[in-house]
Every structure is written in structure tokens, then in C-alpha cells.
């Protein structure tokens, strides 16, 4: 068949493109369209050509099928140990075989290699810890997901969220004038408690120039509120830049490569044109992955850095405390048993578990904090990384993979996740939904507002009686 | 699709549980979410959230910013939660009727 109306192989890059896409409800139509759509085996073969370079194929090559992979996966556990769960097969399955086959596989092939690539890996790379030839699937499932997206054989929302990308730089449909005002309006409503709260959009030569989730702007302002009133608090030169905001990548998560440079550029280009000191990036794990770990490359800059230095909102947070910028008051430090939710993104894959440690060590009353197991760069995938949160289409296997989060957190007999990750906060208040186990769960930036030392000058003037 | 049976009605879900036809969005709908999110009375105020989130959907075919729904109904961001303690972009879509939001949400 050709392609179809919603489901085809053309981006999405117009916002009536996007509307249109977004009204048909679960993708009811796009995927009922994704049965019958081609496979065109040339280009796919030509592509793979072209970018699949030598250490992609090595990685297939040398793979011994030890099968010490199998336990490291979280969906192989939570599958019961179905076979067909081992990375190492449903990779070889799915790439190895369009490589193999040079490209000539069918729509049914597709839409179970889309299945694969979205529903049974979150692209999390505990895998690669463990395997002795040093074989990252993760990564491998990444790339396939960009041959899949080409074909047309990409989840819904993650269609939608490429579009979005490409016509508002950002995950969702806000414009630098909605993404200002939805600060500034923050700021109002909390200028009573913090006397002096202010944010300033382009101030150039700033020391931090912040980015966040486009999720703060449209669905959760109080993040945009609580980064204030830390910058704030803890008298740093700070700005926003109109343009250049969103730090997230849902085109990393769909495998639009094109979109994913287009985003990461417009972040780029803020930052050359505000020349701040460093970037700091909100309490995203992904996004960090997408503008500080991967996108120096998916923009082609040979340093294989950012244009300034970028670091998460934990290596931000951590160095406050340490410098005594932010003080918390002992009294108001965490008295209850309380875990921690290491983000594959920026603890397995860049380095942060000590850095988070330390700021618990901060607001944590010695005594309650307890490890999840295993946990740093151990630590399973929450559940729902790589977009798997996102896609309604595969809820069903996303609550199986829950299972293994769900039970690492009672195994601690905490009541507090502290996860200073969307996509793992996300996560966790759908395990809870799902499951009821009796937890709460936090970002950092709350609970750290509520335990600040104030000094007096930074608090509001008592009204004259 | 999944489905759920309210007083007699029967709603085609998605995986969230957001209704699938905005068009049959109806009173045993809101009383199927309020149950399901915890709220004990609906009052004025919840009416007019829900009424701003419909209009704009209808308008727009997506669920608006917070920061729109503020600006409509004077409501502080603090009421808002107050109102719907699950979050604009969850609890008071889904009663509203519209789908789940796509995105990080």
C-alpha cells in the first residue's frame, strides 16, 4: 500500500501536521494505516550503508551469545525470563537481521522490530555494563529506531513529539512568548514569599544560562517557580533564553536524527549568542543525555562538547550546598525512610552517583536513607525511559516491566522516592497508580525549598501593625 | 480498546483511562473521575476549569498550558492543585474529557 495519510514515512513538520495527527485520538487510524505500509527496502539498505559504521557492525559481529546480557536487562526479569527478552537476541533479531538481509524485510518484520525497539528496551544501556566485549544495545536500539522512524514504524506520540520539535523546538506547542510569560507569571505569584524574585530572558555573559523540560512550561509550572527561588536564594547570576529553552528530545526518543540536531542547535545557538559561563540543565535525565551526552554530535562539533560547559541541575544543586550557597536547616532535614532513583542517564551513563549522594548527605537525617539494590550505575531503568512512558500503544508492557521498580522500592521499606529525573518521577507515580504500594515520590528542587535557611534579607518584610 | 461501565454507560478508554470520544464526555464521566481522583464535592470552581479546558480543546484540538488556564479563571497555580491535587495536565484533563496529553506528561 502507499503511504498513509497519518502513517507514512514524511516527518511531521507543520503545525496543522501536528494538529491533524494529535485528533486522531491513540493513533486509532495511524496504526490501523502502519498494517499495510511499505518498506522501502533500498533505502533503508542505502542508509544503513551510510551511517552504520564500523563499531555498530563489530558489536554484531562479535557477539558471543554468552547470555550474560539476559540478567542485566529489567524486561527480561519482569518477562519471566523469556528468551526472547535477552538483549543480545532482540537486537541480533531486529538490526542483525535487516542487515543481513540488506534492507529487504517486510511491514509485518517492521512492526515487530518497532515493537522491539520501543516496548522491549528503553535504550537504559545496563546491558552494556555487564557484557565482557563491551557491546552497548542500547545503543544499537537507539540507531534502529532512526531506520525505523524513516520507514514510517514509530509509536504515535512519538511521531507527534518529533513534529512538535520541528515546528516549536520544543516537545510540546509552546512559543518563546508562552515559555516567558509562564516564567514571569511564576515569578508574580511567588514574589510575596521571596522578595526580589526575578528572572531575567537574554541576559548575556550571565553565570548560568538555564534550560528545562518543555513539560515545566505547559503541564508543571511550580518547577519553573522552585529553580527560581534557588538561583535566588542562593544569589547566582542566572538568565532564560527566549529561544534555545527546551533541554528535552523526544526526537532522540522517536529517532528522528534531523530533528535531533535541529533541537540540540537551537540550544547551541543560545548559548554562542548569551555567552554564559555554564548551561544548567533541569532535573531531566533524558534531556541531559540529548544536550549534553549526544547532541555535541548530532550537531557535528568536534570537541564532542556543548559550546559551554553543561552540567545537570544535581552537579548545580550539589556545588551549592557544598559552597554553602544554599544552607538547609537540620531540623527540616528528611526524618523518614526515604530511597533514591539513580537516572540510567546521568548516573550509569555520566558518572553523577556520588554527586547525587553527597546532596543527600545534605537533607537527609543520617539514618534514613536507604540504598535501593542494586543501585549507581547498577540501578535498573525506572520503567519507563526511553519514551516508553509516553506510548499508550505498549501500557500493557510497560506496567509488566513496573514489576522490577515496583519491588526494588519496597525491598527498601521506603516511603520517599527521591527522583530527580521526569521521565523516572513519571515512572514511579504511574507504578504507584498502577500497583498502590503507598509511596510518594519528589523532585529535589521541592523538597530543597522546603528546608532552606532563609537569610533575613531575602525574606518578605513583616507588615507594620 | 479498553472500556469502563459507569452507572450504566460505557466509555471507551485509552490506556490511561482518558475517554477515547471527547464527544461522549457527560455527567457520569466527571462522576466516574471524581471518584477516581479523590475529590469529595465538584464546586463552582472546578465547573469553570473544566469549562476553559473544553473550550480551548475545542478550538485547538489540545489541552492549553497552565498558564492559560490561570489567566481564563484568576486562579493561582496553588488553587489550581488545590482543585485538582493529581495536576491540570492529569486529573482535570481526563475529567474534562480531553485525552492524555502527549509528551512527558
Known sequence: ?465 | MATTEVNGKTFEIDEDGFLLDYNLYCDEWVEYVKSQEGIEELTDEHWQLIKVLQDYYEKNGIAPMVRVLSKLTKFKLKHIYELFPSGPGKGACKMAGLPKPTGCV
Open chain 1, 1 to 465: 500500500m502507499p503511504e498513509g495519510s497519518l502513517c507514512n514515512k514524511k516527518p511531521v513538520d507543520t503545525a496543522e501536521g501536528v494538529t491533524t495527527l494529535l485528533a486522531d485520538k491513540s493513533g486509532k487510524t495511524y496504526y490501523e494505516e502502519m498494517k499495510s505500509l511499505d518498506v522501502d527496502s533500498d533505502l533503508l539498505w542505502k542508509t544503513i550503508q551510510n551511517t552504520c559504521k564500523s563499531r555498530m557492525r563489530t558489536w554484531l559481529e562479535i557477539c558471543a551469545h554468552c547470555g550474560m546480557c539476559a540478567d542485566s536487562c529489567f524486561l527480561y526479569l519482569a518477562n519471566k525470563k523469556d528468551p526472547k527478552q535477552v538483549p543480545a537476541y532482540k537486537i541480533q533479531s531486529t538490526l542483525g537481521e535487516i542487515i543481513k538481509k540488506k534492507g529487504k524485510v517486510d511491514n509485518a518484520f517492521m512492526l515487530h522490530a518497532m515493537e522491539v525497539a520501543w516496548a522491549q528496551c528503553t535504550c537504559c544501556n545496563r546491558c552494556g555494563t555487564y557484557c565482557p566485549h563491551g557491546i552497548d544495545t542500547g545503543i544499537m536500539f537507539g540507531y534502529l529506531r532512526g531506520l525505523l522512524y524513516q520507514q514510517g514504524f514509530t509509536p504515535w506520540e512519538m511521531k507527534i513529539g518529533a513534529g512538535m520539535h520541528r515546528v516549536y523546538n520544543a516537545q510540546m506547542d509552546i512559543s518563546s512568548e508562552d515559555y516567558i510569560d509562564t516564567f514571569e507569571w511564576m515569578i508574580e505569584e511567588n514574589e510575596d514569599e521571596w522578595p526580589g524574585l526575578a528572572v531575567e530572558v537574554d541576559k548575556k555573559n550571565a553565570d548560568i544560562m538555564y534550560t528545562v523540560n518543555a513539560r515545566e512550561a505547559k503541564h508543571y509550572p511550580e518547577d519553573l517557580a522552585e529553580a527560581a527561588i534557588l538561583f535566588h536564594v542562593a544569589g547566582e547570576n542566572w538568565t532564560i533564553p527566549a529561544r534555545g529553552w527546551e533541554q528535552s528530545s523526544l526526537a532522540m526518543f522517536a529517532g528522528d536524527w534531523a530533528a535531533c540536531k535541529m533541537q540540540v542547535d537551537c540550544v547551541y545557538d543560545a548559548m554562542e549568542r548569551l555567552e554564559p559561563k555554564r548551561m544548567v540543565g533541569t532535573e531531566c535525565g533524558h534531556a541531559h543525555r540529548a544536550t549534553v551526552v549526544e547532541g555535541p554530535y548530532w550537531a557535528g562539533r568536534k570537541s564532542g562538547r556543548p559550546p559551554v560547559e553543561s552540567i545537570h541541575y544535581i552537579e548545580w544543586l550539589a556545588e551549592a550546598l557544598r559552597t554553602g550557597k544554599l544552607k538547609i536547616d537540620p531540623a527540616k532535614r528528611i526524618k523518614e525512610p526515604v530511597t533514591l532513583q539513580d537516572s540510567c542517564n546521568y548516573v550509569r551513563n555520566h558518572g553523577l552517583k556520588k554527586i547525587a549522594r553527597e546532596i543527600i548527605s545534605y537533607i537527609v537525617e543520617p539514618g534514613y536513607f536507604i540504598e535501593m539494590c542494586p543501585n549507581k550505575e547498577h540501578n535498573f531503568c525506572c520503567g519507563g525511559g526511553g519514551g516508553f512512558n509516553g506510548i499508550g500503544y505498549f501500557r500493557k508492557q510497560r506496567n509488566v516491566g513496573l514489576k522490577i521498580k515496583r519491588d526494588q522500592i519496597i525491598a527498601t521499606g521506603a516511603k520517599l522516592v527521591i527522583a530527580p529525573c521526569h521521565n523516572c518521577w513519571d515512572a514511579i507515580r504511574d507504578l504507584e497508580e498502577e500497583f498502590d504500594i503507598g509511596i510518594k515520590w519528589s523532585f529535589l528542587k521541592p523538597l530543597i525549598v522546603k528546608m532552606l535557611i532563609v537569610p533575613d534579607h531575602l525574606k518578605p518584610k513583616e507588615e507594620d501593625e
